[in-house]
């Protein structure tokens, strides 16, 4: 059967939805839109290159997400210039490049490099642009920028999206001519795109509107939801830069335990992500392997006492309660 999925960001903890991704395709679904926020993007994508829910698995299993944190030789000596100096130059802690390089390599061993290469609305990424305070659902958004969403490369979406605040360098393009002002500087052309989770880390929403007025070509959508409280592991904060990564990362905390409406609880997969933090890059095989069994799980137990027909009821009366 075919289901539309969106995917909920979470950073590290996003190990779990690869479980939960095995665990629908052994139930026999079959998905057909996908979405996905920070690293749920990258779920989301993996799934539309035609990656399996058990070649994820082994995927997760041999990335050293460490490797992610990378910073050039001078500012990882404080008596340099230091990561403080780093933050007030690039705007984050790392560059993002060794992710998007990573999920680069991954797709195009599956032919996909851009949005062209996947099927029509697909795959979408949600992004944040600080600059103008928009939501960006990728890559249809970005043709307001001049860019043609068919040649947007698919791996820079998900910088893009993964672009946690202050961790990671927030992507920058420049503004199209036709969004620039008379002698406007070269800074203030810059335009600063983050992660999806500011805006919109549960994008559940994003499918309905294509069935609003056509209910009976309706394709279920099931999110897919990462819960549960972190260890309790307090942030030390001795200055600006431990204040700015305290911030953002109970920021990114903070969504695990937002209220889902009741009227979307039919269509919400809970996975408990175990006390693992979002920017636990240096997270354990174990650690790995729970999460990855404790997505297999919740999703094997909501495949088991789903019913199609009780989501079409559910949903129709969720469309009336919106008209």
């Known amino acids: 059967m075919k289901v539309n999925a969106v995917f909920e960001g979470g950073g590290v ?3 779990a939805l690869a479980g939960a991704v095995s665990a629908a395709e052994k139930q026999g679904i079959e998905f057909h839109q996908v979405a996905g926020t920070s690293s749920g993007s990258i779920i989301a994508s993996l799934i539309a290159a035609g990656y399996s829910g058990e070649e994820t698995r082994k995927l997760v299993e041999q990335t050293p997400f460490s490797s992610f944190l990378k ?8 008596k340099i210039i230091g990561p403080a100096a780093r933050l007030f130059i690039k705007k984050g802690l790392y560059s993002g490049e060794a992710l998007e390089y990573w999920i680069y390599q991954l797709l195009e061993q599956k032919g996909i490099r851009t949005f062209g290469d996947l099927k029509p609305n697909q795959l979408r990424i949600i992004a944040s642009d600080i600059t103008l305070g928009r939501l960006l659902v990728l890559p249809d ?5 001049g ?8 791996a820079r979406a998900i910088r893009m999206s993964t672009s946690i605040p202050y961790f ?16 406007e500087t070269f800074q203030s052309m810059s335009i600063y795109i983050v992660d999806g989770a500011l805006l919109s880390n549960f994008p559940l929403w994003l499918f309905d ?17 990462l819960v549960g409280k972190t260890q309790a592991m307090p942030n030390e904060i001795y200055g600006p830069l431990s204040m700015f990564r305290a911030m953002f990362s109970t920021m990114l905390e903070a969504h695990d335990e937002r209220y889902i409406e009741e009227h979307n609880r039919f269509r ?3 996975i408990p992500t175990l006390g693992v933090r979002a920017t636990q890059f240096e997270i354990t095989p174990e650690e790995s392997g729970k999460l990855y069994q404790s997505g297999y799980t ?4 909501f495949f088991n006492k789903w019913k199609l027909s009780d989501y079409e009821n559910n949903f129709k009366q969720y469309m009336s309660r919106k008209k």
Request: hydrophobic fraction near 40%; aromatic fraction near 10%.
């Open 147 to 154: 860019i043609d969403p068919q040649k947007f490369l698919v």
């Open 141 to 145: 958004d970005i043709a307001n920028y």
């Open 268 to 270: 919400t997969i809970k």
């Open 13 to 15: 903890k996003g190990i």
């Open 209 to 225: 509107k294509q069935y609003e007025n056509n209910m009976e070509k309706m394709i279920p959508t099931l999110g897919f939801q």
């Open 71 to 78: 910073r050039s030789w001078i500012f990882e000596r404080p």
């Open 168 to 183: 990671f360098d927030p992507v920058i393009i420049r503004k199209p001519v036709s969004m620039r002002k008379k002698n």
């Open 298 to 301: 919740s999703a094997e137990v």
